[in-house]
């Protein structure tokens, strides 16, 4: 892979599916020739959303797969009171390709909470990938594979526990470099409760110094006591 990204720019098509690849699967089971990278550099066309822009509808056709290049993307169902934030889409996160290879609609809509890049394969792209590449097809395999386990435990990790561990289990999830850039409405809509109702878990929270409370923004102070709280552990 070396030689093949040898004198190419840090945003040529070469480097961005290589990008892409280091997203999907893993490497040591499944890893890719430069042949899988020249074809996956071919087919991949970028896409920009401006703030609040949406990137699909619920109930859309899954017309190809997105892999968010930068920005947030925001995936929800309902409206207003009744809207509930199924996931926020960092860099390097993807969706669409369950729902594409299973010939199902889109069962959530996706906005850009933030100016957001996309990198975007379409229907008939996504399937020569996996049709003429195999090490393609057995990297994205294991991609839908250990993102369905990491889906599968968050759920099943929420089951029977309190709003307060709930939360600190959220902020873990959610947080980069100790940070989360989200304001508390959407933490709310995440967590399926009303905001009144976080609002005072996280004041709590911020009175035994675990957390810091920001506009917009969370600044985990304790990352370890944070830990021991989503466990059950005080």
């Known amino acids: 892979m070396k030689s093949l990204l040898a004198g190419w720019r840090e945003d040529s098509p070469i480097r961005e599916a290589a990008w892409v ?24 066309e ?9 990137v699909f509808g619920k109930g859309d056709e899954a017309i190809g797969v997105w892999i968010v290049r ?3 993307i925001e995936l929800y169902v309902g409206a207003g009171p009744r809207k509930v934030v199924i996931q926020i889409l960092y860099p390097g996160a993807v969706d669409g ?12 809509a996706g906005r850009a909470l933030e100016p957001s890049r996309c990198l975007f394969l379409e229907r008939e792209s996504f399937e020569s990938l996996l049709n003429e590449h195999p090490g393609v097809s057995r990297r994205w395999l294991s991609s839908v594979a250990s993102r369905l386990t990491r889906s599968h435990e968050r759920l099943m990790g929420m089951l029977g526990r309190s709003l307060v561990e709930q939360t600190a ?20 809509a995440m967590l399926g409760v009303q905001r009144p109702s976080l609002n005072r878990v996280l004041k709590d929270l911020e009175s035994q110094g675990l957390i810091e409370l920001g506009y917009g923004r969370i600044e985990i102070a304790d990352i370890d006591s944070v830990k021991h709280l989503a466990h059950g552990k005080r």
């Open 97 to 108: 390709d369950i729902q594409l290879l299973k010939g199902m609609a889109l069962p959530y």
């Open 70 to 72: 930068s920005g947030m």
């Open 169 to 188: 289990q959220l902020l873990l999830d959610e947080q980069h470099s100790k940070r989360i850039l989200l304001p508390q409405r959407t933490l709310a």
């Open 46 to 54: 970028a896409r920009d959303f401006d703030r609040g822009a949406p």
């Open 21 to 44: 690849a280091r997203c999907v699967g893993d490497p040591q089971t499944a890893p890719l020739t430069e042949d899988d990278l020249t074809a996956l550099a071919s087919y991949l």
